[in-house]
């Protein structure tokens, strides 16, 4: 979809829009989105070098994530202008490439600055980054869940892990199970393993298995095995496998460990 929306864009002549579409496809996992995003930057750079500081910060970007090494200052002349022009995101895009010396030196206070300032103009991402800089922890949390509610999924994996270390294990359940309904595997994983021990809740082994099976669905079988354990011992009887492999979306997965751990048990 992203793609097609690209497409319309460039016959348009929007070359801003085709941009954020082509890049929206690549972070996807497309990778006709990112030669797209490469190529759509012959015609940005006219538009960038005219003023538009929305050009500027997509060029930006797109240089640091899509090309090699040679295209930094150009990354850094872009993110700078956009910056300078109070765009969020060319506040954001700077500000990452003094946080982390990228072809500048590194200042991590001014990347702060810049970080807050995007933040303010709602951009998510630098709420996120802003909360990894931070020296007050209440405002870091606040920053974590302000990104998170704005759909930024690591920022919820995040807090999850700060709220564990707070020791407010129930809250950082929810913000596992969060993450990990969107997609973030690492957050699956967690929310798998604290169901598992009872951290946050009471021991539900149907819910372990239940993001265990989601895990290998998005291409990580790490806890198949924790999975397959929790079988033998006991913790499930084949319908309450069926209920985890329903509840993730993966039933075959379910009959699949049944046959494995239980197919010589059965009668």
């Not at 497309?30 to 538009?47: Q, Y």
């Not at 290998?216 to 095995?225: L, M, S, T, V």
């Amino acid at each position: 979809m992203e793609l097609d929306e690209g497409r319309r864009a460039a016959e348009a002549g929007d070359w801003v829009g085709a941009g954020h579409a082509f890049v929206r496809a690549a972070m996807d996992g497309s990778a006709e989105g990112a030669e797209l995003a490469a190529r759509v930057t012959v015609e940005l750079e006219p538009l960038a070098d005219g003023g538009s500081a929305e050009a500027a910060a997509l060029l930006a970007g797109i240089y640091l994530e899509y090309f090699d090494a040679s295209a930094l200052p150009r990354a850094v002349r872009h993110a700078r202008a956009a910056a300078e022009a109070g765009l969020p995101a060319g506040q954001r895009t700077y500000g990452h490439i003094l946080a982390t010396g990228l072809g500048v030196e590194k200042d991590e206070a001014r990347a702060a600055g810049l970080f807050r300032a995007a933040a303010e103009g709602g951009d998510a991402y630098a709420m996120f980054n802003l909360a990894q800089l931070v020296d007050d922890p209440d405002e870091s949390l606040r920053l974590f869940e302000a990104a998170a509610r704005e759909g930024i999924v690591a920022a919820g994996a995040v807090l999850g892990d700060r709220l564990s270390a707070l020791d407010r294990d129930e809250d950082a359940l929810g913000w596992y199970v969060w993450a990990a309904g969107r997609g973030h595997t690492g957050a699956m994983n967690a929310a798998a393993r604290w169901y598992r021990d009872g951290f946050g809740t009471t021991p539900d082994p149907v819910q372990a298995v239940r993001w265990f099976f989601v895990m290998f669905a998005h291409g990580d079988g790490d806890g198949i095995h924790e999975a397959i354990e929790l079988v033998k011992a006991g913790a499930l009887d084949e319908g309450q496998i069926r209920e985890a492999g329903r509840l993730a979306g993966a039933p075959e997965a379910a009959e699949a460990l049944i046959d494995t751990v239980l197919g010589g048990s059965r009668d």
